[in-house]
Antibody, heavy 121, light 108 residues
Framework: QVQLVESGGGLVKPGGSLRLSCAAS????????INWIRQAPGKGLEWISY????????YYADSVKGRFTISRDDAKNSVYLQMNSLRAEDTAVYYCAREEYDMLHIYFDLWGPGTLVTVSS | EIVMTQSPGTLSLSPGERATLSCRASQSVNSNLAWYQQKPGQAPRLLIYGTSTRATGIPARFSGSGSGTEFTLTISSLQSEDFAVYYCQQYNNWPPYTFGQGTKVEIK
């Protein structure tokens, strides 16, 4: 079954850390670029990070740059998001999404169900 | 960063009616625009990319149009399963990829 499944969310205090995982199955994981996208409660979608095949290119949104680190382990078919110095405004459902290409077009064709991160004292 | 603005915020329609959702970019994104549908408690689902190409399995009642800075998602005849929130997203200038704030299509 082709799927992505996130894990690692939970309640953390401001200033704390959390590591999210995104496990892939049913497809050749190493062939794909992966993104993390989050959604604060009742709000819209915010892209936060991207990792290319072989980790050659990594990008972050300004809102998380310097605090979050994306990585991947193709042997484990997984992508990770290490989140440090967490703030209340990082509270959100975090999705990982597979990036696909068609000619010059890019789209997120496969999403995980998400994992909720709550930052609160 | 390209800012995406969707309108209206909420669209109240009856099943069988036509829905027209708008998305505007703060600068040209050419045809590099996608649309996603999200239902409560679920992850977003890809509907359209390249402004007008339907993703695999998406019904023909969904269509996209536009170019540059003005885009439209049309649902020709609303079905009960179409009531959801819809997001546009540009991938012309990235990072960052940017999304609109969403349009909720609700039952009137």
């Amino acid at each position: 079954q082709v799927q992505l499944v996130e894990s690692g969310g939970g309640l953390v205090k401001p200033g704390g850390s959390l590591r999210l995982s995104c496990a892939a199955s049913g497809f050749t994981f190493s062939d794909y670029y992966i993104n993390w996208i989050r959604q604060a409660p009742g709000k819209g979608l915010e892209w936060i990070s991207y990792i290319s095949r072989s980790s050659n290119m990594i990008y972050y949104a300004d809102s998380v740059k310097g605090r979050f680190t994306i990585s991947r382990d193709d042997a484990k078919n997984s992508v990770y998001l290490q989140m440090n110095s967490l703030r209340a405004e990082d509270t959100a459902v975090y999705y990982c999404a597979r990036e696909e290409y068609d000619m010059l077009h890019i789209y997120f064709d496969l999403w995980g169900p998400g994992t909720l991160v709550t930052v609160s004292s | 960063e390209i800012v995406m603005t969707q309108s209206p915020g909420t669209l109240s329609l009856s099943p069988g009616e036509r829905a027209t959702l708008s998305c505007r970019a703060s600068q040209s994104v050419n045809s590099n625009l996608a649309w996603y549908q999200q239902k409560p408690g679920q992850a977003p689902r890809l509907l359209i990319y390249g402004t007008s190409t339907r993703a695999t399995g998406i019904p023909a009642r969904f269509s996209g149009s536009g170019s540059g800075t003005e885009f439209t998602l049309t649902i020709s005849s609303l079905q009960s399963e179409d009531f959801a929130v819809y997001y546009c997203q540009q991938y012309n200038n990235w990072p960052p990829y940017t999304f609109g704030q969403g349009t909720k299509v609700e039952i009137k």
